[in-house]
């Protein structure tokens, strides 16, 4: 089995106290790291959901400012696209049977909210996959594993739209196109959903949907999808498989690219973005 592993490093002054562990890779962890890892995966086992989100939603972000560009609209793009790949390009020797990744507990539709498994694969076959410059680090027809609780929790203040596509549209059809003609327009024109829009805290009525479509050139690519530590039921409402561990993933995936496949693992934080060459 030949394995590869992508991952750049992190500044020392990333995480606060006393998260100061996850900055770094397995290997370079003290001791004194490696209990305090431990410690908090117990303590997060125990506690509910909601009061473990609220620990890790309440650390502040460690962005900085990494450049600043002003002007004609394709010369800023071709400076910022290099500033982007000088901080996060990794260069990756060649195309493997399968990738695999672990998601956190945060992205661009969730701050202060639930990750709702419709968010889940859009982090991971929208964002984490579409990550790469060239070609994807899995080959066609390859398998993504993904490890996620992927809990069937939907926040309604903030997603309920979402919670109707969870229901209704997924457990028809998990196809973009045909999402796309029969519910789309529907969605969009719902006058609750768009008072909710304008009044309320609501993402817009079809946002779910456009959040299904960034998994297409995924779903299109790969020959298989694996959620592992996910609700069985919500990973089959979106057409995946579910796994209890790696090994029982790995299994599954020898069904599409053998017994001796070859891995990818994405390693994060921090975000990058592969070189596949």
């Not at 594993?145 to 939907?154: C, L, M, N, R, V």
């Not at 969605?187 to 609750?192: C, G, Q, S, V």
């Not at 530590?229 to 599409?256: C, I, N, Y």
Request: include cysteine; hydrophobic fraction near 40%; aromatic fraction near 12%.
């Amino acid at each position: 089995m030949k394995i590869f592993q992508i991952e750049t490093t992190l500044n020392n002054d990333t995480f606060p106290a006393p998260f100061e562990f996850l900055q770094k890779r397995e290997w370079e962890m003290s001791p004194k790291d490696r209990a305090l890892l431990f410690a908090t995966k117990k303590g997060l086992d125990k506690m509910p959901r909601r009061a473990a989100r609220k620990i890790f939603q309440g650390i502040r972000a460690p962005f900085g400012l990494t450049s600043i560009q002003a002007g004609e609209v394709e010369a800023v793009h071709k400076v910022t696209t290099e500033n982007v790949y000088r901080q996060h390009l990794v260069r990756v020797e060649g195309q493997t049977d399968i990738v695999t990744m672990g998601l956190p507990y945060l992205g661009p539709y969730n701050v202060n909210s639930i990750m709702n498994p419709i968010l889940v694969a859009c982090l991971g076959l929208g964002y984490y996959f579409n990550l790469y410059k060239g070609k994807p680090v899995v080959r066609e027809g390859g398998v993504a594993i993904i490890s996620h609780p992927t809990p069937w929790e939907f926040h309604p203040v903030h997603h309920p739209s979402y919670i109707d596509f969870f229901e209704e549209v997924l457990a028809d059809t998990t196809d973009p196109e045909e999402i796309e003609k029969k519910y789309e327009k529907r969605y969009a024109e719902d006058e609750w959903y768009r008072h909710l829009y304008r009044t309320s805290y609501a993402y817009h009525g079809v946002h779910p949907f456009y959040m299904w479509y960034w998994c297409a050139h995924a779903l299109e690519h790969l020959g298989q999808v694996i959620i592992i530590g996910g609700d069985p039921r919500a990973v089959r409402r979106m057409g995946f498989r579910s796994a209890t561990t790696m090994r029982d993933a790995l299994e599954m995936a020898s069904d599409v690219v053998g017994s001796q496949p070859s891995i990818t693992h994405i390693h994060n934080p921090p975000v990058l973005m592969a070189d596949v060459v």
